[in-house]
């Protein structure tokens, strides 16, 4: 190829060494063959990219940490991939309370950094995920209900648009840029490199819990978390994960910012359903905390297990009938790693309009995702299919879907994720990318 425009940065083309690492993914079933991989060190380096790709018309993706969990995303077939993992800086300004940190930076190295100074950001159930996606589709996890999303804390960043300029955001520079990257989805309008994150006190402890019940005990179990767990302490977050019949794992696990006395008490709801045969409650550092809650994984954090998911917002509590939907789910995939995941809402996250960021989804009373697991390829299209028959079934019950964990299969994804912002949202994507640029499956059209 011919341009004007070179390369520049850690560049891979397809049969260049290097190359079969690079295309691999954390979830298998998101793998392809791109032309070449440009790894960003710095916002040139993106720009470049950007310009090279326009100059002989290659489709382009953009790729923080590998874990998009839908085809396409983050990653297309004899296109460009610009890959921002090796910009991964993190500084800290104390006084004002402040993080600046690279797109590429992964979430456990940021949440355990910051917290050995004392400080603490928000974070999901994964320390590989990149901060570049997780943070502009809003970034959910157990600090939500105190200190709310990672979207929400975001108070500024650096984006290198369509044409390759480098554009700052914040309140006072291209607001409504600002406003749509907090939590409008990744790769929509820019490829961001730098972002300006809110940072908050840590207490000096905090006590995580994990409670682990026999399987057969799904319904007793999920009926009293969901009594319990959207209407709790604030400072208490917590997930509730029902893996496969075949794998027979039902647990809780949480983080409260207080001490192990007040989580016991707090805890009583859950303790006291079924019979568990393990419960677990341990006060920590709070650097420790987070170390318990996120351990070390290998980046990306791959396996052979390939992965469909899907996901929703519960606005009410499910009766019987949602509830035997999963469990059909759970009894009918063959892989052992499928599950259901339960988030509680509530808390800070609840207390923010939704029209003050992209982000639309406030007054749930529970985060659920659903995901089926395969490893030999002939068992792929049943447990797609599994996957969107579940989501069907339970349409009654829930509403949207999580913009950070996507499925095409949704129709009017547009408002499944964006809700009543969707609109604005295109005005926007009008502003900073007309030509549409950055297009990729479910990526937000400009209103014209």
Known sequence: MESKTQLTGRVIFKGDPGYDEARKNWNPYT?????????????????????????????LRARSGRHALERKMSVVKNGIIIDVSDMDRIRLNSKKEVALVETGAHVGPIVKALARKGFMSPFGDSPTVGIGGITLGGGIGVLQRSISLISDNLIGLKMVDAQGRILKADENNNSDLLWASRGGGGGNFGICTEYM???????EKATTFEIIWPWEQLETVFKAWQRWAPFVDDRLGTILEIFSKRNGLLHATGLFLGSKAELTDLLEPLTTAGTPSEVSIQTFTYPNAVENLLPPEPIPGRTDMKNKFSSAWGLDLFPDKAIRTMRRFLEESTGIDSNFFFLNWGGVVSRISPEATAFFWRDPK????????????FDAQRNIALVERTRDMLKPFIEGSYVNVPDFNIENFGTAYYGTNFDRLQRVKAKYDPKNVFNYPQSIPPEF
């Open 366 to 377: 529970f985060y659920l995702e659903w995901n089926a697991t395969w490893t030999d390829p």
């Open 197 to 203: 994150l809110k940072v908050h006190r840590a207490p």
């Open 31 to 59: 793998d392809t063959f791109p032309l070449v991989f440009v790894f960003a060190q710095n916002q040139y380096d993106v720009s470049n990219a950007l310009k090279w790709a326009r100059e002989n018309n290659v489709p």
